[in-house]
């Protein structure tokens, strides 16, 4: 009779316990969704891509991450940076159309209440784009081959847009990371710039525009010179260039990938026919450049070049245009002045560099602070003195021991800096057409001690300043030796070992 009744107790109890299982399965069936309501709605709660969702663990294992999302909820917009406007921004105007380059994470509101605010956007140039691209060491001058071509920088189309009164562009600086001024993309937003200033620009009364550059690195004095600087506040650089000059910048090549003198009579330069400019711009005729002082061997004869005897009507010309660079340019028409800038001079030198066609100007050395004393290039940073001679809107500078076979006249017609290629991306600073200014000889003086020159020399710093340059044909500016196959020859090559190839020469053609 106990068994019994323990027995039913036990069988209640299971009872119980499946009432109350399936009793708690009807409440849940009852409050959860469907099945095809939680698939509806599952794309709008979680977003989770592989990506996004499967991190590895420090451990090995996996972990979920899940982006929960609100549906229809917009996205978070990026924070503008706001900056306080220029001052000078109150003398500009009102009412005026204001394009906006590079500008999209800042807050341009407030420049709303001085006219209309128009954005240009434009395609950013590659990150592989790399400067040498612009500015090969080597090209097909000559056109043996191909032909030289320069590769594209991605430009907006600008006939879409009205004329503009202002342009205002953000400009990259990566200063002072080594080779931040051979940036591409700072090139890219600086000729975007100029080349809205010519097209689109409203130009004032005498030809200028307005430009405002929002930069801690100042803007480049290529495009954008020293001189034409308006106002300076903070990182704001309001400058008004002259379009007359921005205009023939734009329409040289984008590098020193192309030529901006071509070399035959049929192609058309690139500021107009190169016709209207001379008949015959280089023709096939070299100019040479000599050595005063050859090197001698001490126990030896000097080393004379096989191709030149000493009753040679070409060896005669060298000997005369070596002993006076003067006459080499004067023999070729030229009614430009002759200025040779010297620091001291003994007064029958100066009656005979007057009898001769030189019009004197008398300078201060500029000392290299990074040369030793005693030096080669103690003093070459003399040649800065170029830039003051600003009663000349042109200056072509010639190294002294140059002797010009043709006229070189048609150089005046080419903007700042202009030259011939060097060695990989620079320029080589002995020949090179130059705008004078005071504020651009101010500039280089008070980069002095800030730019390391890469040989010590003048040529080194210029290359840090232009860095971007328009090439010249290396006509202009060749070198050639002249050696004889001999013993002697051969030692003094040996010699030449870390010196310069001037110091180891006799004479250098240019052509």
């Not at 000097?302 to 070409?314: I, Q």
């Not at 004067?330 to 003994?346: A, E, F, G, N, V």
């Not at 001999?486 to 052509?511: F, M, N, P, Q, Y």
């Amino acid at each position: 009779m106990i068994k019994s009744t323990s027995a039913k107790a036990l069988i209640i109890r299971i009872n119980l316990v499946f009432l109350a299982f399936f009793l708690i399965l009807y409440v849940i069936l009852l409050l959860c969704p469907s099945a095809s309501d939680y698939h509806q709605q599952a794309a709008l709660l979680v977003r989770c891509s592989f990506r996004d969702c499967h991190h590895k663990m420090e451990n090995g294992g996996i972990k979920m991450k899940a982006v929960l999302e609100e549906p229809n909820e917009p996205k978070p917009r990026r924070e503008l940076i706001k900056r306080e406007k220029p001052s000078f921004l109150s003398g500009i105007g009102t009412r005026m159309r204001i394009g906006m380059v590079n500008m999209d994470d800042e807050d341009v509101s407030e420049w709303k209440a001085h006219g209309q605010v128009v954005p240009i956007p434009f395609e950013r140039v590659s990150n592989m784009f790399e400067w040498k691209a612009l500015f090969p060491e080597w090209i097909d001058e000559e056109e043996e081959y191909s032909g030289s071509l320069c590769p594209e920088i991605p430009m907006p189309d600008l006939d879409k847009y009205e004329k503009m009164d202002l342009i205002v562009a953000k400009l990259p600086c990566r200063a002072p990371e080594e080779g931040w001024n051979r940036d591409v993309f700072r090139l890219q937003v600086h000729l975007l710039v100029a080349n809205m200033a010519v097209r689109m620009g409203r130009w004032e009364w005498g030809g200028r525009m307005k430009v405002v550059f929002l930069s801690q690195c100042m803007p480049m004095v290529e495009l954008f010179r020293c001189n034409e600087l308006a106002g300076k506040e903070g990182e704001w650089w309001y400058y008004r260039p002259e379009m007359s000059r921005l205009e023939q910048k734009v329409t040289m090549p984008i590098g020193s990938c192309n030529l901006a003198l071509p070399l035959w009579d049929d192609k058309v330069h690139y500021g107009g026919p190169i016709s209207s400019m001379t008949a015959n711009p280089m023709g096939n005729q070299p100019s040479v450049r000599c050595i005063q002082d050859p090197i001698h061997h001490p126990k030896s004869k000097p080393a004379k070049a096989r191709s030149l005897r000493h009753g040679s009507p070409l060896l005669r010309i060298l000997r005369l245009r070596c002993n006076n660079p003067s006459h080499s340019l004067l023999q070729t028409r030229t009614r430009r002045d002759l200025i040779p800038p010297r620091h001291s001079i003994s007064e029958p030198a100066r009656q005979a560099l007057s009898r001769a066609g030189w019009t004197l100007r008398f300078i201060k050395r500029i000392r290299n602070p990074r040369a030793e004393k005693g030096s080669y290039n103690e003093y070459n940073y003399s040649k800065f003195r170029l830039w003051q001679l600003t009663d000349y809107d042109k200056v072509i500078f010639i190294d002294s021991d140059v002797v010009v076979f043709r006229n070189l006249d048609i150089l005046f017609h080419f903007p700042q800096m202009s030259a011939t290629g060097n060695d990989g991306s620079i320029f080589n600073s002995g020949v090179m057409v130059i705008e004078p200014s005071n504020c651009t000889f101010r500039m280089l003086m008070n980069r002095r001690k800030e730019i390391v020159s890469y040989n010590g020399g003048d040529q080194g710093f210029l290359n840090e300043v232009f860095v971007w340059w328009q090439r010249l044909p290396r006509r202009v500016n060749f070198l050639k030796n002249f050696w004889s196959n001999s013993s002697i020859e051969a030692s003094v090559k040996t010699s030449c070992s870390g010196r310069t190839l001037r110091s180891c020469t006799r004479c250098i053609i240019w052509g």
